[in-house]
């Protein structure tokens, strides 16, 4: 059922990038609400989604219908129709919704997506490319930027430092950066202190700025 806690969310747009949305999203039990207006769309997923409701999503009415105006959060997945996109941001903007998400495009579209009012704008494939060229040429397994300038990675243990502690490694000196957790493979994470040594074949877990914790993974 649906809950008045806010803590659902309404996916529009069944594309690749809507559908695999929505999918994670009910994986981590999230109460998810998906529209489309493709009914061909709607009837693949249903079978997968828990609630897919064919609907026109311009159409504020349509919306309001739905109990969109009850949830938490939407995300407007469409991408193709910069058009389509920004009449669903103005109607979710109009029912109130607090958190909307909207995908973008290209820049200019961002621009009126934010002008329109939605709280946050994402550009899943711009973002996908730059993660997977930080997989590709650096030691750099995950990173997670914030805003303000602040980002946590997962990097490499290098050769020529395995066995090394912490504290002789001095990352916040050399790098302005804190190593704050050391893994093996397979095992479980530790919070690091000076005398943690790197584990070859290992991962460090480090923060800091977002320059500084690319130039501690060697990509600057
Ligand atoms: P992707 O690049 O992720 O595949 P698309 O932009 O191709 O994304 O897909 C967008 C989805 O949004 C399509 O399934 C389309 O039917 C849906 N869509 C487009 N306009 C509307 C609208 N006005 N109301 C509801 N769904 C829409």
Same mark, same amino acid.
């Given at each position: 059922?649906?809950? =008045?806690? *806010?803590? *659902? ?19 981590? &039990? ?7 207006? &493709?009914?061909?769309?709607? #009837?693949?997923? !249903?079978? #997968? ?5 064919? =609907? ?6 349509? %919306?309001?219908?739905?109990?969109? =105006? ?26 109130? %919704? ?16 934010? !002008? ?23 030691? %750099? ?42 893994? %093996?493979?397979?095992?479980?994470? #530790? ?10 074949? *290992?991962?460090?877990?480090?923060? *800091?700025?977002?320059?500084?914790? #690319? ?6």
């Amino acid at each position: 059922g649906r809950r =008045a806690d *806010g803590s *659902g969310v309404v996916v529009i747009g069944l594309g690749r990038f809507g559908s695999h949305l929505a999918g994670s999203l009910s994986r981590m &039990n999230r109460e998810v609400l998906v529209i489309d207006r &493709n009914p061909d769309r709607v #009837q693949r997923w !249903s079978a #997968q989604l828990d609630r897919v409701v064919q =609907a026109d999503s311009t159409e504020e009415g349509a %919306l309001r219908q739905l109990g969109v =105006a009850s949830f938490g959060r939407a995300v407007v997945a469409i991408g193709a129709s910069v058009e389509a996109s920004v009449l669903t941001v103005l109607a979710l903007v109009e029912l109130g %919704l607090p958190q909307i998400w909207a995908r973008a495009t290209s820049q200019k579209h961002a621009k009126i997506l934010s !002008s329109v009012g939605a709280h946050h704008v994402i550009f899943p494939e711009a973002e996908t490319g730059e993660r997977v060229a930080h997989l590709i040429v650096s030691r %750099l397994l995950d990173f997670i930027e914030f805003d303000d300038d602040f980002a946590i990675a997962t990097v490499r243990v290098p050769e020529s430092l395995v066995g090394r502690t912490v504290l002789e490694l001095r990352p916040d000196d050399r790098y302005g950066v804190r190593v704050i957790g050391a893994k %093996l493979p397979g095992e479980r994470f #530790q919070y690091a202190s000076d005398s943690t040594e790197l584990p070859r074949g *290992g991962l460090l877990v480090v923060e *800091g700025g977002i320059d500084q914790v #690319q130039r501690f993974a060697g990509l600057r």
